[in-house]
């Protein structure tokens, strides 16, 4: 299975996928990498790995539209199967999804539809989690649909809330639940196990 992974950050999710399909726990092949800061780490960890990449910066364009259109191009050019948004903090619009529909996923660090949609990303969401007082927090890998965080629930695994949590230390015990699920949804993907039934994906074994 040919991936597209768009990335912003750090870059530990990607990681996750090339360890992975390292450790042949994944048939795959991440044919291209876009970053949406020339800055992220994220572009280093593909340069390390041999894997191309390079940055697409929304604000380098005129508009959203040409922006989500250099991304579509570099994804159709190299024949891309499956765009993974692994710690991408841009929303893409109705046009981006249509034109990958039904294969866009997304890592979510929460349990959907908790703490999601516009302006839950990144430390925000822990903060959140920490101010509401839950007990338990977890990850969300979904397929992308036109909303934000609202598409069909592929995989979910719970994350205890301690007491003497803080934001950060809370994203780090996320951050390594998120690293298991997504690889494990795309390989689930890639072995064709995905069903999607109105708004629940059903996995077959
Ligand atoms: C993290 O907040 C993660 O929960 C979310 O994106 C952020 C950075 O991920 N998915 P990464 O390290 O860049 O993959």
Same mark, same amino acid.
């Given at each position: 299975l /040919?991936? $597209?992974? @768009?990335?912003?950050?750090?870059?530990?999710?990607?990681q996750a996928i090339?360890?992975?399909? /390292?450790? $042949?726990? @994944?048939?795959?092949?991440?044919?291209?990498?876009?970053?949406?800061?020339?800055d992220a780490y994220a572009l280093k960890r593909a340069r390390d790995n041999n894997i191309e990449s390079v940055a697409i910066c929304p604000e380098r364009y005129l508009s959203k539209m040409e922006y989500e259109e250099a991304m579509i191009k570099k994804l159709k050019?190299?024949?891309?199967e499956l765009v993974v948004l692994a710690g991408y903090i841009k929303v893409l619009s109705p046009h981006f999804v249509r034109a990958f529909a039904g294969r866009i996923i997304n890592i979510h660090p929460s349990l959907i539809p908790a703490f999601c949609g516009k302006g839950y990303y990144g430390i925000r969401v822990h903060e959140?989690?920490?101010?509401?007082?839950?007990?338990?927090t977890g990850a969300t890998v979904h397929f992308v649909d036109e909303g934000t965080d609202t598409g069909p629930i592929i995989l979910q695994k719970a994350v205890e809330v301690r007491d003497d949590d803080t934001p950060e230390i809370l994203a780090k015990r996320v951050l390594e639940v998120e690293h298991e699920l997504l690889p494990e949804a795309i390989r689930l993907f890639a072995e064709g196990k995905l069903e999607v039934v109105g708004r629940r994906v059903l996995i077959k074994k």
């Open positions: /040919k991936l $597209g992974v @768009l990335v912003s950050g750090s870059g530990t999710n990607l090339i360890d992975s399909i /390292k450790a $042949g726990k @994944l048939n795959a092949s991440i044919e291209i990498v876009i970053s949406s800061r020339e050019e190299a024949k891309v959140a989690v920490l101010e509401y007082g839950v007990k338990v």
